[in-house]
């Protein structure tokens, strides 16, 4: 379970990074930027300490890299600028979880006992609380639309994503392999990396008909590859990488190694609460009553998860 709570606590670092460099960078160059940094750091493990690309699972973790990382986290990057970010993650952690669920069930026979999908359903309550927005969102509708379009599409790439990383490990043991969770990320980013890199090329040729170049907040994007401004980010997307898709998933995949997705997707679900003291000390946001009441139902549920394990 540990490696869950720390796979939660990067990612909320990642989150509050990535919503600095989507401002100013656009969605689709500030998840290049944080992939092209993970990969150089997962990479430069996975070749050394690791297995490197190496083992019968490779073909299943680029898969999941494509889906997770490629389309999950695309979709995700065009959900910030949207909802905002404290909406977007939890739309996608709230989401992802019961989706991942339903699917492993459906294809690994993985289940669950009833006082775990109880825990895990008081955890999702929680985060829900919490961060559902009490103001009208006044935005036009396409725009609301398209954010829970993008959002919706997320937590399906990120729960999808999740299972086949548990499906790439059933593979390693069936052929008596094993596989540390750092080389299991760097194994799956190079999926995302495809992904991401196509999306640049599209977006830079064709701006005009994919529509997802724009920064979140207009007049702040920087132009792309201008070193100047790459070094006015670059403590951003370093922090980005590093605590999301480098030591984050990291994280993640040691957790999905030994607990269904299940159970570790409705603790990574906490995210969106554990941002709430990093943005109290990087934005200045206060959380509201509602966040805490949510906060401890949520951790409730998780204690309970635990027991329930």
Known sequence: MWPAFLT???FAISAVSANRTTRLLGGIEANFWRILVATLFLGLWAHTAGIGLSGAAFPVFLLSGCVGFGVGDLALYQTFPRLGSRLSIMLVHCLAAPIAALVEWLWLGTT?????????LAVLAGVSIALAPSEHLEMPTEVLLAGILFGTLAAGGQG??????????????????????????????????????????CMRKRPEITGLGAAS?????????????????????????????????????WALATTPTGIVLPIV???????????????????????LVGGIIAVAGVIGLTLAK
Request: glycine residues 8%.
């Open 8 to 10: 939660t606590v990067l």
């Open 112 to 120: 669950l006992s009833l006082n775990q999908i109880l825990c895990s």
């Open 160 to 201: 999808f994503g999740a299972v086949l990383s548990r499906k790439a490990y059933e593979v390693a043991q069936q052929h008596g392999q094993s596989i540390d969770g750092i080389t299991a990320a760097y194994q799956r980013i190079l999926g995302g990396v495809a992904v991401a890199v196509i999306s640049l090329v």
């Open 217 to 253: 907040t207009p007049g702040e994007q920087l132009p792309f590859l201008n070193v100047h401004n790459l070094r006015l980010v670059w403590r951003w997307v370093l922090l980005n990488g590093l605590a999301g898709p480098a030591l984050g998933v990291s994280c993640y995949q």
């Open 269 to 291: 679900a906490l995210t969106p609460l554990v941002i709430i003291p990093f943005a109290r000390v990087v934005e200045g946001e206060r959380p509201s009553v509602r966040s």
